[in-house]
């Protein structure tokens, strides 16, 4: 119940395609979805993050859509740049916990193509 | 502004060599601290988190241990290192004391064990 499911596990886009990476998840006392965004050799960066009050979440180029009955959640890139070229990890956690604790989804390796 | 350092950034350990890796944080007081491995192209997985000095939750039986001798101090150690702990260690912060919201993450320590 504690697991966040995120797929594809890799993702190939062409440079202005939309590039999409969905997570499920199981437990309803989640209520922070963040993503992070890892380049090589790198700590991973908070990109962007909802919480369930909201649908949808834009910042640029990048949309969270949030489906709280479906207990889904999306990232979309749009205009997809090769510097968008990373692995994405999608996260929950329980704003309320002391701990801080983020589930991690599996990671998705996104290349944008030329 | 806060910042988050690990040291050493690249590391290759004979099997059966202690370890001990250091990540401390500059710019915040109580933050909530982790430790993450990440093996090759795979996903985060948490290792230890802590609250506060001297408090260390373990999320995974493993050859590894962690200590917090200061606030913002946090060191990941082993008595005797196993091939399988080869990878990409990672240290993150969050707040403590109000919505965690987001984990800061340094820029980790590559660790190849022989």
């Known amino acids: 119940q504690q697991q966040v499911k995120q797929s594809p596990q890799s993702l190939i886009v062409q440079k202005g395609g939309i590039s999409i990476i969905n997570c499920a998840y199981e437990?309803?006392?989640?209520?922070?979805f963040p993503w992070y965004q890892q380049f090589p050799g790198k700590g991973p960066a908070l990109l962007i993050a909802?919480?369930?009050?909201?649908s949808e979440k834009k910042e640029g180029r990048f949309t969270i859509s949030f489906n709280k009955s479906a207990k889904q959640f999306s990232l979309h890139i749009m205009d997809s740049q090769p510097g968008d070229s990373a692995t994405y990890f999608c996260a929950a956690s329980t704003r309320s916990s002391n701990t801080g604790k983020l589930i991690f989804g599996q990671g998705t390796t996104l290349q944008v193509k030329p | 502004s806060q910042t988050i350092h690990q040291w050493p950034a690249t590391l290759v350990q004979p099997v059966g060599s202690p370890l001990s890796l250091e990540c401390t944080v500059e710019g915040t007081s109580n933050p909530n601290l982790y430790w993450y491995r990440q093996a090759a192209g795979r996903g985060l997985q948490l290792l230890f988190y802590?609250?506060?000095?001297?408090?260390i939750s373990s999320e995974v039986p493993q050859n590894l241990s962690a200590s917090r001798p200061q606030d913002r101090q946090f060191i990941l150690s082993s008595k005797k290192l196993l091939l399988s702990d080869s990878g990409f260690y990672l240290c993150a912060w969050s707040k403590r004391g109000g919505p965690p919201e987001t984990q800061y993450f340094g820029p980790g320590t590559r660790l190849l064990v022989l």
């Open positions: 802590s609250v506060g000095i001297g408090q």
């Open positions: 437990n309803t006392a989640f209520d922070y």
């Open positions: 909802i919480r369930p009050d909201v």
